[in-house]
């Protein structure tokens, strides 16, 4: 039986997952993986390339050589090999990444990479929306993060500010009750809380009381799976 555990955190935008995720996996010396960020990367392609309709979309998914580097804290996106980590984060991707995300053949082409980067001989951290349904539906912990909207577009606000980008509370605010709509509400693997999942709010308790919370359904899982954790 392989010596890893597979922890699937989902939420909704600006849940403070990232937050936790990384903070998780860097005590396990686990592998992270942003999902969000593949949905962005295809949706900064498709917009450069002035893409609209699904099939072109759909191939641009297959061809596009994605990956994800995390280092020191930090996840770096490659698109073939060129880096667009800064270009994801963007307010246009923001405003049409849930567009993308609603594709199911998009979906099916990533869901199928996340399970590859999952499936090593490292144990895993990973982020989305519907990593505890659909893309690990047998994950040994699973985690669904979320907070209140104010909350949410508070942190989001912040995030923009820090990179000098301008944009009202209100903007970000329907931006990300439009994409929770969007997200919750689309035909295929939407937003909802996987069976079995410890829900955890945001606004509630501190950063470091919700990286406890994660590492104590950590140990339980290593313990019934007999696996030995070191954790930093
Ligand atoms: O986590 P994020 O805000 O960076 O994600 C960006 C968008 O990607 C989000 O609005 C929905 C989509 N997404 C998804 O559909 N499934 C995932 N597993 C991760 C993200």
Do not use: C, W
Request: charged residues 30%; without cysteine; glycine residues 6%.
């Amino acid at each position: 039986m392989p010596q890893k555990l597979v922890v699937a955190i989902d939420g909704p935008a600006g849940s403070g997952k990232s937050t936790s995720a990384i903070l998780v996996a860097q005590k396990l010396g686990y592998l992270y993986i942003d999902t969000g960020a593949m949905y962005r990367a295809i949706t900064f392609l498709a917009i450069k390339k002035n893409l609209h309709n699904e099939e072109e979309i759909l191939r641009l998914a297959e061809r596009t050589d994605l990956k994800l580097d995390f280092i020191e804290g930090k996840t770096k996106v490659f698109a073939d090999k060129k880096e667009i980590t800064e270009d994801i984060r963007m307010p246009e991707v923001n405003a049409y990444v849930s567009e993308i995300s609603k594709i199911e053949n998009v979906r099916k082409i990533l869901v199928q990479k996340q399970r590859e980067m999952g499936s090593g001989e490292r144990g895993v951290v990973m982020e989305g929306r519907d990593i505890g349904t659909v893309v690990f539906p047998n994950a040994d912990v699973k985690i669904f993060m979320t907070a209140s909207v104010d909350e949410r577009a508070k942190r989001r606000k912040k995030e923009y500010s820090e990179k000098g980008i301008n944009i009202t509370l209100e903007e970000v605010k329907k931006n990300l009750l439009s994409r929770d709509e969007i997200d919750s509400g689309r035909e295929f693997s939407p937003l909802t809380i996987a069976g079995g999942a410890i829900e955890v709010n945001t606004s509630e308790v501190s950063i470091e009381e919700q990286v406890n919370i994660i590492l104590e359904e950590v140990k339980k899982a290593a313990n019934k799976k007999g696996i030995l954790l070191r954790v930093n």
